[in-house]
């Protein structure tokens, strides 16, 4: 059974730091690129970063030069390290993982960010 599982939301005060995690098991193969997207309270989901097996990567506009992406394929792992957080920040984080074996977008059940001002 395919799974992406996250861990590592919490609260925080604007300014401070969050480190998440995602990891992907089970019938996930070909894993191309992974991210972050992120949803908060009576708002569409959006993009937050994404990185490519071979490490490129993409920000947001309004997470460049304060989140960091990075990756370990062969534990089939991704870590986001989020500094400076500010308020507008606060949502659910969703991972995601793209198969290059059946062209299928993996979700996990998502880890919740609060940053109080």
């Known amino acids: 059974q395919a799974q992406l599982v996250e861990s590592g939301g919490g609260l925080v005060q604007a300014g401070g730091s969050l480190r998440l995690s995602c990891t992907a098991s089970?019938?996930?193969?070909?894993?191309?690129?992974m991210g972050w997207f992120r949803q908060a309270p009576g708002k569409q989901r959006e993009f937050v970063t994404a990185?490519?097996?071979?490490?490129?990567?993409n920000y947001a506009d309004s997470v460049k030069g304060r989140f960091t992406i990075s990756r370990d394929n062969v534990k089939n792992r991704i870590d986001l390290q989020m500094n400076s957080l500010k308020p507008e920040d606060t949502g659910v984080y969703y991972c995601?993982?793209?198969?290059?074996?059946?062209?299928?977008?993996?979700w996990g059940q998502g880890t919740q960010v609060t940053v109080s001002s």
């Open positions: 995601t993982a793209h198969s290059a074996f059946n062209e299928v977008d993996y």
């Open positions: 089970g019938s996930i193969f070909l894993i191309n690129a």
């Open positions: 990185i490519s097996r071979g490490g490129s990567t």
